[in-house]
């Protein structure tokens, strides 16, 4: 296998260098091909010209017989085809160069490449300045990339290790009934979290590849808000947390079963982050074409800092993990809101709490 490898590898930089070199030729061969098209045409402008002012006598008082012409002409169109090649070399030529040396380290996995060269041609800077655009975009696509493995990585290692000790544990033939029932508990909800996390993930990539098979249908808005909120009753009920709910009865056109997530997800995170005997608000109204969502919290809200992070993927604003999440509520929250036309919108002030409102068109 290690033969096999070092060939393969052997093949595959021979293969990358007779392309550089092929590339090589061909520019130069192209190089060639413009010079030479830049001298027949200097010369026959010469020539043409040549012939017009020969005819009106003025070159045979400035040269004297044909043999002179003929030199001057030569020397003319030879001096007109240098300035053009310079112009072609300098100012259309070598950017090119330039711009495939830079797509060459690119595709390396380079993205800190940026083409500074200026020229006079506005559609060559247009072009460097797409190439900058693009390694940019590509470089934070790359960054994105790189923390989302390192973000899901982590998030999977933590129920997983969780799980792992638990059964550890549960081989002590000497534990009482209570303590296995309870390491058999945890090793249950890490599971059904793991379970969580891979929901939520793939239906992020869904969402975002718009590979999302749309079912939208007709129901009753202010109940299924109803339901999310009655889904939490043991929370709320052991909170002691006051409820004040407000809901107009609207008919919606929408994905039902996404849209119950979002009121799942909200309502969690309020009763997760408002204290014992806190206060929530839910309303539902209609203003001419749109309906308005408000989900509003006493509890211990969020700074500016976490509050323009939170709708990305796999952030936590509470790093002590006080309630259980893996950082792709919100995210999720706001993708299938989006799904809708809709926005979602953040208020929050440290120690004041927080209020989301979504906005749906009906």
């Known amino acids: ?51 017009i002012l020969y005819q009106m006598r003025l070159l045979r008082v400035i040269l004297g017989g ?26 259309i030529l070598r950017p090119i160069v330039t711009l495939s040396n830079a797509s060459k380290k690119v595709a390396k996995g ?3 490449v940026r083409i500074d060269k200026k020229t006079y041609i506005e559609e060559l800077n247009t072009t460097f300045d797409n190439f900058n655009n693009m390694v940019s975009e590509i470089s934070s696509i790359e960054t994105l990339r790189n923390d989302f493995v390192a973000n899901v990585s982590h998030e999977f290692k933590t129920p997983l290790s969780a ?20 390491y058999i508990k945890k090793i ?86 408002t204290e014992q005997n806190g206060k929530i608000s839910i309303s539902l109204k209609s203003f001419q074409n749109i309906a308005v969502i408000k989900i509003a919290d006493d509890g211990i809200g969020m700074d500016n800092a976490t509050k323009k992070h939170i709708f990305e993927k796999f952030y936590q604003g509470d790093t002590s993990h006080k309630g259980k999440g893996n ?14 036309r809709g926005r979602i919108e953040c208020e929050s002030e440290p120690g004041k709490g927080t209020v989301f409102t979504v906005i749906l068109p009906l």
């Not at 033939?173 to 309870?182: T, V």
């Open 66 to 91: 044909p043999f002179s012409v003929i030199i001057g002409v030569f020397l003319l169109s030879v001096c007109i085809a240098s300035a053009l090649a310079y112009y072609v070399n300098n100012h």
């Open 163 to 182: 799980i792992e000790g638990y059964a550890t544990l549960l081989q002590d033939e000497s534990l009482c009934a209570s303590e296995r029932n309870e």
């Open 110 to 112: 380079d993205f800190s």
């Open 327 to 340: 950082g792709l509520g919100l995210p999720l929250c706001k993708r299938i809101v989006n799904l809708h």
């Open 188 to 273: 249950h909800d890490n599971t059904r979290l793991l379970s969580d996390l891979t929901g939520n993930i793939l239906l992020i990539s869904k969402l975002d590849n718009q590979s999302f098979t749309s079912h939208k249908k007709i129901f009753r808005l202010d109940e299924q808000i109803r339901e999310a909120i009655l889904t939490h009753e043991v929370t709320w009920e052991t909170k002691g947390t006051e409820l004040e709910i407000d809901l107009e009865e609207i008919n919606y056109n929408g994905e039902e079963s996404l849209l119950l997530q979002v009121w799942m997800n909200l309502i969690g995170n309020a009763l997760k982050f």
């Open 1 to 51: 296998m290690k033969k096999v490898s070092k060939r393969a590898k052997r093949y595959i930089t021979e293969i990358q260098t007779d392309s550089v070199k092929t590339e090589g030729h061909s520019l130069r061969f192209h190089f060639a091909l413009i010079i030479f098209i830049i001298l027949l045409f200097a010369m026959s402008l010469t020539i043409t010209a040549t012939v």
